[in-house]
């Protein structure tokens, strides 16, 4: 059993000691934890950094949808399969700003605007700067996931007053072949280095339940943990099933203590993170969702649709949330 891990975590740009590196191992031990051992670890770290009875409630919306280039094999979005979605082009602004106040007034707080690119073209980039100044006026945050970026584009969309960009690993390195060929881990890490470097706050996470293994999961976290600061933001998306892509013949859903335990153990390594419990609630219970907050889950995506598949009904995450005694934009 190990002990309860006692590190400093500071950034390692300030003057401050070097933050931790995880091993593999430790977080394969803290996984590994009795159950409730790892639960009174994650809640400790979990009360000493955030509100334990607050969530964060954002909004997604698809603003360009379908055809993509990049052959994700989870993705109903990749032009290399036939899922059967009808592909847009990107929506006007008005359009989205229009969706945009209908969340806020629905109980979001932010709103994350995705487009299915490999990268954006820069008169591309001129809309969606727009888009993010647009919707920041109404006094949301901002979120955009676009594909790879360079280090202009990243900075452009920053002086637009982009809050967060989102872009995942998706998965452990030693998986990610086997789930995206088009491009490599080190491109996605590159982005996210050009998104840091134009000060902008990194939203960054993974997939979990398309057939890797738990050590592919904890490899995943450790990897993000590792990263030169950690994600603000960290993602943990359960699979949702989409009919066509390779994902479908490799799915297999996770235990739910094993996602829990993930939960539980994203909290330890990555102590000031916001842990999203996003796509895949739809498949989880009212009793699961409750053990991975209590695990340390601090943000959902609320709305009927993700970008194209389906998430919790509004009324039923009110619902829950009230029944915890959670706070969140939704009350
Ligand atoms: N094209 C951009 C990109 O890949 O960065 C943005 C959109 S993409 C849909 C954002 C993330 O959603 C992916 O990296 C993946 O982690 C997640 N995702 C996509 N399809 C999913 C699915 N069927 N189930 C769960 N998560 C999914
Ligand atoms: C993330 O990690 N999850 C969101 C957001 N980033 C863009 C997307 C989930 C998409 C689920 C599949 C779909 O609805 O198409
Ligand atoms: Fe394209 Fe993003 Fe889907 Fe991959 S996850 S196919 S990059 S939209």
């Known amino acids: 059993m190990v002990d309860v891990v006692e590190i400093e975590r500071t950034d390692s740009r300030s ?31 979990h009360r000493a950094n955030f509100n334990p009875n607050h969530v964060e409630t954002a909004s997604l919306l698809s603003i360009k949808t379908g055809g993509c280039p990049e052959d994700c094999g989870y993705c109903s979005q990749s032009a290399h399969y036939d899922t059967g979605l009808k592909a ?12 945009a106040q209908r969340a806020k007034d629905a109980g979001a707080s932010r709103f994350c605007m995705a487009a299915a690119w490999r990268s954006p073209k820069d008169r591309d980039l001129d809309q969606v700067c727009d888009m993010v100044s647009a919707v920041k006026r109404l006094g949301m945050e901002t979120c955009v996931t676009l594909g790879m970026l360079t280090p202009k584009q990243a ?17 452990s390195p030693e998986f990610y072949d086997k789930i995206i060929t088009t491009r490599t881990l080190q491109d996605r890490i590159d982005t996210l280095a050009h998104v840091r470097d ?9 997939i979990i339940g398309m057939g890797e293994m738990v050590e592919d999961r904890l490899g ?58 996003s ?27 993700l970008l194209t ?14 029944r915890l005694g959670i706070t969140s934009r939704l009350a």
């Open 279 to 305: 796509a895949g609630r739809q498949y989880m219970t009212d009793e699961l969702q409750a053990l991975c907050f209590l695990a340390g889950a601090n943000s959902i995506f609320i709305g009927d649709v």
């Open 88 to 99: 847009t082009r990107l929506m006007p602004r008005d359009e989205v700003v229009a969706v």
């Open 198 to 206: 134009a000060g902008i706050k990194v939203c960054c996470g993974g």
């Open 220 to 277: 995943m976290l450790v990897l993000l943990a590792n990263l030169p600061s950690p994600p603000e933001s960290v993602p943990i998306n359960l699979w949702n099933e989409v009919k066509g892509v390779p994902v479908n013949e490799t799915a297999e859903r996770p235990d739910p203590i094993a996602l829990a335990r993930l939960v539980a153990t994203a909290r330890i390594l990555m102590p000031n993170s916001v842990v999203r419990l």
């Open 309 to 322: 598949t389906k998430n919790p009904q509004r009324d039923r995450d009110a619902d829950l949330l009230d």
């Open 155 to 171: 900075e452009r969309l920053s002086d637009a007053g982009l809050d967060f960009y989102n872009h995942n690993v998706d998965t």
């Open 15 to 45: 003057s401050a000691p070097p933050r931790k590196t995880w091993e593999r191992a430790e977080a394969e031990a803290l996984y590994n934890l009795p159950f409730a051992d790892l639960m009174f670890q994650a809640q400790g770290i």
